[in-house]
Every structure is written in structure tokens, then in C-alpha cells.
Nanobody, 121 residues
Framework: QVQLVESGGGLVQAGGSLRLSCVDSGTMFSINAMGWYRQAPGKQRELVAGISNGGIPNYADSVKGRFTISRDNAKNTVYLQMNSLKPEDTAVYYC???????????????WGQGTQVTVSS
């Protein structure tokens, strides 16, 4: 079954904006860390932004000041607002949900299927 569903990708000109959304249908959303990775052709998947269950964000240096990650626990959704987009941001963006582990279960990640972001120059 699909737990994470991403949306909001598309084609945008350099300098434009997109907002990605990821809905987590699981029951552990409120305690999971959430975030986004991206992967461009021929490159490894890299962390873009993450947000803790307490709402503390972190960002890759390449997107600091341009991207903002947020979460709405009531809607089981994490967002990635992407402003001032650059051609270098072109990639498939993947949402993840990271269960931190518990007494009875080990940590694990759940991934979405990805959404394409293309930034034209």
C-alpha cells in the first residue's frame, strides 16, 4: 500500500516558485521526522530539507534561504516551498517519513514515488 503521495512538481522558469506537498496516510505522522530528498540523472539522491516531529527544520546549503519546509500534523502533510528556483534544482523530489524507533520497533524510512521538478534557464 502507498503511504506517501507527493504532488506539486512541474515545469517552471528560473526564478519561479513551486510548492511540493506530501500526504502521509500512516498513523505515526506526528512523531515521525519528515522531509525531502532529490535525485538528478546520474547523481545520488541527496537531502534537500528535513523537519523534526517538533518542527525544527534543516536544509542543504544549496537551498538555504530559498526553500522552506513545514508540516501540518492535522492534515498529515509536509510541504516544501521552493522559491528562486534554479536550473540546478531540476530533479525528482522524493518525500520521506522517518520513524525514530521505539521500544518494540526499529527505526525505518518510508518513501514516496517522487515528483518531477524541472527548472528551465
Amino acid at each position: 500500500q502507498v503511504q506517501l503521495v507527493e504532488s506539486g512538481g512541474g515545469l517552471v522558469q528560473a526564478g519561479g516558485s513551486l510548492r511540493l506537498s506530501c500526504v502521509d496516510s500512516g498513523t505515526m505522522f506526528s512523531i515521525n521526522a519528515m522531509g525531502w530528498y532529490r535525485q538528478a540523472p546520474g547523481k545520488q539522491r541527496e537531502l534537500v530539507a528535513g523537519i523534526s516531529n517538533g518542527g525544527i527544520p534543516n536544509y542543504a546549503d544549496s537551498v538555504k534561504g530559498r526553500f522552506t519546509i513545514s508540516r501540518d500534523n492535522a492534515k498529515n502533510t509536509v510541504y516544501l516551498q521552493m522559491n528562486s528556483l534554479k536550473p540546478e534544482d531540476t530533479a525528482v523530489y522524493y518525500c520521506y517519513s522517518r520513524f525514530p524507533g521505539s521500544y518494540y520497533r526499529d527505526p525505518y524510512d518510508t518513501w514516496g514515488q517522487g515528483t518531477q521538478v524541472t527548472v528551465s534557464s
